[in-house]
């Protein structure tokens, strides 16, 4: 997917959740269902979104690959707990991550790996956001923190593999509304130091940017300090890890956000629209991320 | 024209559509409207063209009240980007928040903001009277070219970069100051008009903590001894 240059209209939709209060856990799915309906407005052709600790999906124990399959792929040969969800699959396995990556691979060697971790499954598709939380039963979804991406596409075709979230490193998840303006720069000197990559797509630099750094032992809050400081162009980017979820804005902050937190979570949206189906946001602290300015919540 | 109904006609948009209530509005029925629910749906309010009363009872989305010609909106909550853009008359009051580009080229009116407000609010304003309770984010007053901004708390950087012709008044701190944007003396007129804006807007400080920001005019006018540039 090219860069999406979306200007000022209401394109695109972010939202996420990171809930504090465990007893939460089990309506995740459905709080999330609210708050993809929230933006489905914004991107009503494809939709991604990746869940924390769903353990019907991944069960405790387990690592998990998700992976885009035909229809038609054979997946009994995998010997693992296995998830289809329209043009996304799930597979788990009480193995070593970069064991059951190899597997699924060997099985599948031209399918597209959309995310790999400990706790995590992400879900792409194209259609309409609303159907394709039914695709994925989201609103089963149990787990401690979420995020989903609604795209309204403007320059490439409306493909899973376009969907966001971009998820390249172990249980990292990246969604960015904007565009990268200085991504092909950054790729060189990435490919340079071995990062290889998945698609031309600008914001796939942003989360290899991310991957890199996390990999070099930065917290969330400082890897996009340093995003910060070496791209150029428009974004809302909201990023998650096995640790916790962060937010930052270009330095223009064109691109909308809004935070609204409680004791009980701490939630992002492109717009208020994603966050109304949120137990207690009547009296939450509702903010705008200010921009340039970095904005991070551990576990 | 028949003769508008006294009682307050409420509008539930938990049922009902944003569609529906503008097009009530647009032709009503009555004086007074209460909406409820509006769940930051977009272009509340949006499109009134004359002095009906509307009291909208928590958030809403994207330009709230925009184009009002003479309506007295009340939003009781937050209000998301471009509330009461380009408004030609009347009164828009939101007493929580603003996202970005608020009054957004408005030509004339009353924007009233009880909280703060983020980016670029009263950008292009081209005659709107906007005060803000709390504080207004970068870029504010972008290309303002006529009209009263007065702002309690603080001013983000960029503050009436471009400025044409509007009065900035600013009681706390401001960022860096926009291109062409300069602090300017504060006259007994100024003085007088800041008491009247925030009284219109129900706020009381004393005017003499506030700092007047203008147009320093250099970047607008046509210096013929730049001429050789072209």
Redesign the interface.
């Known amino acids: 997917m090219a860069p999406t240059k979306e200007g000022l209209s209401p394109m695109c939709g972010i939202v996420g959740l990171h809930l504090r209060d465990p007893g939460l856990y089990p309506q995740l799915g459905r709080l999330m269902v609210s708050m993809l309906d929230g933006v489905a407005e914004r991107g009503p052709d494809s939709a991604g979104v990746a869940v924390y600790g769903d353990t019907r999906r991944v069960p405790e124990g387990h690592a998990a690959v998700s992976v885009l399959l035909p229809p038609d792929a054979d997946t009994g040969g995998l010997d693992a707990v296995v998830t289809r969800a329209g043009d996304t699959t799930v597979v788990a396995a009480p193995t070593g991550l970069d064991e059951l990556v190899a597997r699924v691979t060997t099985a599948f060697p031209t399918a597209l790996v959309v995310g790999t971790g400990h706790d995590l499954a992400v879900y792409k598709g194209t259609g309409h956001p609303g159907a394709l939380a039914a695709t994925y039963d989201l609103a089963g979804a149990s787990g401690w923190q979420a995020l989903a991406h609604t795209r309204m596409a403007t320059e490439s075709a409306v493909t899973p593999e376009g969907c966001h979230p971009f998820s390249v490193g172990p249980d990292q998840c990246l969604v960015h509304n904007g565009s990268f303006s200085n991504h092909a720069t950054i790729r060189r000197e990435l490919e340079h130091a071995g990062v290889r990559f998945d698609s031309e797509n600008d914001s796939e630099v942003g989360a290899r940017y991310v991957a890199s750094r996390l990999a070099q032992g930065e917290d969330l809050e400082k890897a996009l300090l340093a995003l910060r400081e070496v791209f150029d162009g428009f974004y809302t980017l909201l990023v998650t890890s096995a640790e916790g979820f962060a937010v930052v804005r270009d330095p223009i902050a064109c691109k909308p956000a809004i935070v609204a937190e409680t004791d009980a979570w701490v939630a992002m949206a492109s717009e208020f629209r994603g966050l109304t189906g949120l137990p207690g946001i009547e009296s939450a602290r509702l903010y705008e991320p200010e921009p340039g300015r970095v904005y991070a919540w551990q576990r | 024209m028949a003769a508008l109904g006294t009682e307050t006609i409420t509008v539930d948009l938990a049922s009902g559509s944003v569609r529906a209530l503008n097009a009530e509005l647009h032709d009503p029925s009555a004086k007074l409207y209460e909406v409820r629910n509006p769940?930051?749906?977009h272009a509340v309010a949006a499109g009134i063209d004359r002095g009906i009363t509307v009291d909208v009872r928590g958030?809403?989305?994207?330009y709230a009240a925009g184009m009002n010609d003479g309506g007295i909106v009340t939003i009781h909550g937050?209000a998301?980007?471009g509330v009461a853009e380009n408004m030609m008359s009347g009164t828009v009051r939101v007493t929580?928040?603003v996202?970005?580009s608020a009054g957004a080229t408005a030509h004339g009116g009353l924007l009233v903001i009880g909280g703060s407000a983020?980016?670029r609010c009263g950008i292009s304003m081209k005659g709107v009277d906007i005060v803000v309770g709390g504080s207004v984010?970068?870029m504010s007053a972008f290309m303002a070219q006529a009209g009263r901004m007065v702002v309690c708390g603080d001013a983000g950087d960029g503050l009436g970069d471009s400025i044409y012709e509007a009065r900035l008044y600013v009681r706390g701190t401001v960022g860096a100051l926009g291109a062409d944007c300069v602090e300017k003396e504060v006259r007994d007129e100024h003085r007088s008009e800041l008491a009247e804006l925030l009284a219109a807007a129900g706020l009381e400080h004393d005017v003499a903590q506030f700092r007047r920001y203008g147009s320093a005019r250099r970047l607008y006018h046509f210096h013929s001894e730049q001429a050789g540039a072209y």
Do not use: E, L
């Open positions: 769940a930051g749906a958030h809403v989305g994207y937050n998301g980007t929580g928040d996202s970005q983020s980016m984010g970068p």
